[in-house]
């Protein structure tokens, strides 16, 4: 459109007449975008065509025509658009909206090591799973998932650097990584062998959270749900108060 327009313009410069020119284009969104003339519109080529239509002294109609319709002159421009493709492109301008939508359109691929072991191939948790849980829950969860979460002994001690080394409390001599929580220590040992069926992995924090979760509860307790707490609570035995002694001596 904006060569069709600059072509205009040369031609313009020669002829006496006032100038009637009809461009043809299979640009919906194009046609859309200049009917409206949005003032906000920050299109970078839009406002290039925009500014050269301004300064053309022709009248001007663009007609959309519909695509691959056998239309001889459309299916030409769309010959020499292919080869434009094969062209030098060094000195075209490239918009943020055009690398945006080149990011959101490339294939999810993990690459970082800790997150392949988390993640596999998944491109998130089961998130419908996690949803019911508290944002207090959720949020930790993540944030263990990940292995960045102040709980974690080895948090502490390389990002935070508030403890004098990583190694767990519990006396595993392994560092304290959420893998090793979940995984290995002795703190969690009975919660894999109640919750879990065969040998824990981290994949699980994402193929079965709300199992992880249970498992580790047992060494973070903020993790428990609502109506977990409350039987937690109602398990403990309640001391007998000082005036109930002396009603059952009466």
């Known amino acids: 459109m904006l060569e069709a327009v600059k072509w205009t313009k040369r031609t313009r410069s020669n002829q006496e007449a006032p100038l009637t020119v009809l461009v043809c284009s299979d640009s919906r969104s194009l046609a859309e975008a200049l009917h ?53 492109q060094s000195s075209t301008p490239v918009l943020h909206k055009i690398v945006k939508a080149k990011i959101e359109n490339r294939s999810w691929e993990v690459t970082h090591p800790r997150a392949k072991d988390v ?4 491109r998130a948790p089961k998130l419908e799973v996690e949803k019911q849980w508290p944002r207090s829950v959720r949020t ?17 001690c390389e990002f935070l650097q508030l403890e004098d080394d990583s190694l767990c409390d519990e006396g595993c001599d392994e560092s304290e990584t959420i893998e090793h929580v979940l995984c290995r220590c002795v703190a969690t040992s ?32 903020q993790l428990r749900l609502p109506n977990e ?22």
């Open 36 to 88: 409206k003339n949005h003032w906000k519109d920050n299109d970078y080529w839009l406002k290039l065509i925009k500014d050269e239509i301004h300064d053309m002294e022709a009248e001007m109609t663009l007609l959309w025509i519909p695509s691959h319709c056998d239309v001889d002159e459309n299916e030409r421009a769309d010959e020499l658009a292919k080869q434009g493709t094969t062209m030098d």
């Open 119 to 122: 993640y596999g191939e998944r």
């Open 140 to 156: 930790m969860f993540s944030r263990l998932r990940t292995d960045q979460d102040k709980e974690l002994k080895r948090y502490r």
């Open 190 to 221: 009975e919660a894999r062998a109640r919750y879990a069926e065969g040998e824990v992995n981290m994949k699980m924090m994402v193929t079965e959270p709300n199992t992880c979760r249970k498992i580790l509860t047992s060494r973070f307790g």
């Open 229 to 250: 707490k409350a039987a937690a609570l109602a398990s403990q035995p309640v001391a007998a108060s000082r005036t109930d002694g002396l009603v059952g001596q009466a």
